[in-house]
């Protein structure tokens, strides 16, 4: 396997897109290079490690549309990663992208207490590699529960081109999810978006400062009690779909943070066999880094999704797929 490249040497170069125009640098910094949390930013804007046009500005300096970014990740003390060969399904591979389909229960990156066994690791022995030795190629993330497609990039500048497409919007991102309760046909879900004021590990949509979050969704089917829904990301907040669907009045099935046991005995059996919130990233289309060619793929449904589906007794028909 070919070494990740040393983040001393390569960095993220980019150009800030209209999206973002006005908003703060550490703000910017982390939506260009989601693996970043807000404090790594702030730390990497105070070393000085992050430019725009060629300045250091503060964290809370306002970005305009067309500035080049900049961002030098900190020189590595003895970060590796190792790679482990743990089956991840690829739909897609070439010198500047893979694209995986992740299962369900795989965390994406290591972190405290997950240091090996992660999508990661998997990567590792795949190839990946977008800059940081630590999580190579991740442009953009799937909570541990959630399975389905994910683009990994293979290189520093794949991963800038990819960054800015997902800042940018222009990544269409379609799951599946099974909801508990009588959803509408369609819907359109646009709010504020920000950490709940208690639960810092939550988020929530009922805040009156935040982020805008755009969800959109159409009915596939309907089963006594429940619905399976195709969901559309217009953009990608932490746990975006859990919220928008659980504060709708229509919380993900098996979702232990955002949802409910089910009265209905049928569906608490079904959630409790499933064991993980019932959302399937199915559809990813993106432009390739590279050729500029439009790409799209979609990730088969995995079986315990579909054992929980089929374990309802179905109802009305209310959609087509």
Request: charged letters at 25%.
């Amino acid at each position: 396997m070919t070494p990740p490249p040393d983040p001393t040497a390569e960095a993220l170069d980019c150009v800030v897109p209209p999206t973002l125009a006005g908003e703060r640098l550490d703000r910017v910094v982390t939506s260009l290079a989601p693996d970043l949390t807000r404090s790594q930013a702030r730390r990497l804007i105070d070393l000085g490690r992050v430019t725009l046009d060629g300045t250091t500005p503060k964290a809370g300096a306002a970005v305009r549309a067309g500035q080049r970014l900049r961002v030098e990740p900190l020189p590595p003390e003895a970060l590796s990663v190792e790679a482990e060969d743990i089956p991840v399904r690829v739909l897609y591979r070439d010198d500047d992208v893979i694209v995986v389909d992740k299962p369900a229960d795989l965390v994406v990156h290591p972190a405290a207490g997950h240091a090996r066994g992660t999508l990661v690791n998997a990567l590792a022995a795949l190839g990946a590699g977008g800059g940081d030795p630590a999580r190579p190629g991740i442009v953009h993330r799937l909570d541990k529960g959630t399975s389905g497609v994910m683009v990994v990039a293979r290189n520093v500048t794949a991963h800038a081109r990819l960054a800015e497409q997902f800042a940018g919007r222009t990544v269409d991102k379609t799951y599946l999810a099974i909801v508990v309760g009588e959803p509408p046909a369609e819907g359109r879900i646009e709010t504020l978006f920000a950490r709940h004021p208690v639960d810092r590990k939550r988020f929530t949509s009922r805040t009156t400062r935040g982020r805008t979050a755009l969800t959109t969704f159409r009915l596939r089917e309907r089963r006594p009690g429940c619905a399976m829904l195709e969901v559309r990301l217009g953009t990608g907040r932490t746990h975006q779909i859990r919220v928008h669907l659980s504060e709708g009045g229509w919380p993900i099935l098996g979702d232990p943070v955002y949802g409910r046991a089910p009265r209905d005995p049928e569906l608490r059996r079904a959630a409790q066999a499933l064991a993980r919130p019932a959302l399937h990233a199915w559809r990813l289309a993106f432009t390739h880094p590279r050729t500029g060619e439009r790409l799209a793929f979609e990730a088969d449904v995995p079986a315990d999704f579909e054992r929980a589906w089929k374990g309802i007794s179905p109802g009305v028909v209310g959609g087509t797929s």
